[in-house]
């Protein structure tokens, strides 16, 4: 009796092992990843254009002021009006003295911390305010060796707020690292950009920094993904007359858009611009499926006619940013 037991047992693990095995199939089995390529072909024309090329980095807001405000030793000292961690407007109270007078704020400030004397006693030299200013700010940028020698003392920054990429300050570099800091990416210099605030910005705020380091006008250009390249050689597919004709080029600087042509093109002419787009659809033939039969999933993924990686040295993107991260270079 036991014996038989044991067999039905078995026999109704079986039974739900291969129907659980059978549905598991049936779903996988069923469903079927097609695929489809759309070409799209556009045809521009050789223009002139300026050609911005720019390394962008990150980095936080500081202050180019901190400094201890001294307390008068010749008063009595009544009141603290401000606390720590105070902003605090120019002009405005930062402590009482017992005839009436103040101690007021130089410019727009933060108080970080003070050292007041006991109440009704004078200051002595170990009292003070020690505060940060909101006026004159900074930030520190760290650049890669590859790009150091792009850089130099007063030259313009475009500074951005992360927060609001509306504000905008015009800035100036003020110091460059003579000595550099080892990684296993490069060495690295701190790059120190100073700016004055509008009253918007606060420390500790992150920003970007854009550095324009050449600039080409009236040059020359094609659009970047009109170029292909073929054995270390770029060369585009011309029109003339209604045929394709694959003419090889010598390019020089490139933003996202466009590249300069340095030679092998001329001003008027016209060049192929070929897009590829793939689509992925999965289909499921399960008839009990809630969508009919099929699932569509459409994954597009947009695959141009050029090789970044064979793209020329102006081509490229580099620089080590705020932090540890990898600024970009963008050219405009």
């Known amino acids: 009796m036991k014996k038989i037991r044991k067999t039905i047992s078995i026999t109704i693990l079986i039974i739900i092992i291969s129907t659980i095995t059978f549905f598991i199939g049936k779903q996988i089995g069923l469903n079927t990843e097609v695929s489809a390529t759309n070409t799209t072909i556009e045809e521009k024309e050789v223009s002139k254009r300026t050609i911005n090329k720019t390394l962008t980095a990150t980095g936080e807001i500081g202050t180019a002021t901190t400094e201890k405000l001294t307390i008068d030793t010749t008063k009595y000292f009544e009141m603290m009006c401000v606390e720590d961690d105070d902003t605090v407007k120019e002009g405005e109270n930062l402590l009482k003295y017992s005839n009436g007078t103040y101690l007021v704020a130089p410019y727009d400030l933060v108080v970080l911390s003070y050292s007041a004397p006991n109440t009704g006693t004078k200051a002595t030299s170990s009292n003070y305010v020690e505060v940060k200013g909101l006026k004159n700010l900074t930030t520190t940028l760290t650049i890669n060796e590859n790009e150091i020698a792009n850089i130099s003392l007063n030259q313009e920054v475009e500074v951005t707020l992360t927060s609001d990429t509306s504000k ?165």
């Open 168 to 332: 905008k300050y015009v800035g100036k570099i003020t110091k460059i690292d003579g000595i550099g800091t080892y990684s296993s990416s490069g060495t690295n210099f701190a790059t120190i950009v100073s700016f004055e605030n509008d009253g918007t910005a606060k420390l500790g705020m992150s920003v970007s920094c854009t550095i324009n380091i050449k600039e080409l006008r009236d040059v020359l250009t094609v659009p970047i993904n009109s170029v292909q390249t073929t054995n270390n050689k770029k060369y585009v597919r011309l029109v003339e007359n209604g045929e394709i004709k694959e003419t090889e080029i010598q390019t020089g600087l490139s933003n996202d858009e466009y590249v300069q042509v340095t030679s092998g093109l001329e001003e008027g002419q016209i060049v192929q611009v070929v897009t590829t787009t793939k689509q992925n659809t999965v289909r499921n033939s399960n008839k009990n499926s809630n969508n009919g039969g099929f699932e569509m999933r459409d994954e597009a993924n947009s695959k141009q006619n050029f090789d970044k990686s064979s793209m020329p040295p102006d081509m490229g993107y580099g620089g080590m940013s705020s932090g540890g991260e990898m600024p970009s270079m963008k050219n405009n």
